[in-house]
């Protein structure tokens, strides 16, 4: 599989790479582990994976670019947030959800200290409108900095059905209600109508037909 390597202060190279192998190497490594990539002879390069291209029909692996690292230099990667813990009882009641707003956060580390993915434990989740924040997440922060605002919110137990949903609902059950009383009212009217109808013919048939004249004085 073709791909390119770059970096900060590092000349574009074109490389090409045993596709099994990258697959699995891959998969253990992720966006933030670190990769051994050697070219030729020379000596390993610490690279990180990044911006896999796959066939849009296939879905096969096309092409990847390997960003090159200074282990003594920060970079910023983004680090996807895993929910952990067991789920409050409401949820399973129906009554809640969890919402995640964020599903990754950038952060800056040192290439050495890049962890694979932060968790967030939902455990003490009780109540709605139960929130976690950036400020509230556990990880080691003398080595990772957190790219984001810490009041931003990461997870929280929101209601199972919210008031716009509810005012929503409503409306359609006010609207469902009228046109079905409309509907009542044009088939009552119909009928009305249908027995006024029988009345007339009934009164005519009980009349009498006027004699014809048979001209005579």
């Not at 051994?36 to 002879?41: A, N, P, Q």
């Not at 209601?159 to 009383?181: C, F, R």
């Not at 009934?202 to 001209?215: F, K, L, N, R, Y």
């Amino acid at each position: 599989m073709p791909g390119h390597v770059f970096g900060k202060a590092v000349e574009v190279e074109h490389v090409s790479v045993p596709l099994k192998e990258f697959i699995k190497v891959s998969a253990q490594a992720g966006e933030t582990g670190l990769v051994d990539l050697r070219i030729g002879e020379e000596k390993v390069r610490p690279v990180l994976i990044r911006n896999l291209q796959h066939d849009p029909k296939t879905g096969s692996l096309m092409h990847v670019d390997f960003y090159q690292v200074n282990l003594l230099e920060k970079v910023e990667v983004p680090v996807p947030v895993v929910i952990v813990g067991e789920e409050p009882e409401s949820v399973h009641l129906g009554e809640t959800v969890v919402l995640q707003p964020i599903s990754e956060l950038q952060v800056e580390a040192l290439p050495t200290d890049l962890i694979e993915n932060i968790e967030v434990d939902i455990t003490n989740l009780k109540n709605v409108d139960d929130a976690i924040t950036v400020a509230d997440l556990k990880y080691d922060r003398s080595k990772i900095t957190v790219l984001a605002e810490p009041e931003e919110v990461v997870v929280k137990l929101a209601p199972a059905v919210t008031e716009e949903m509810k005012q929503l609902m409503e409306e359609q059950e006010a609207e469902t209600a009228a046109a079905q009383e409309a509907a009542g009212e044009g088939a009552e009217s119909e009928a009305t109508e249908g027995e006024e109808g029988e009345g007339t013919g009934e009164s005519s048939e009980g009349e009498e037909a006027p004699a014809e004249d048979s001209g005579e004085e």
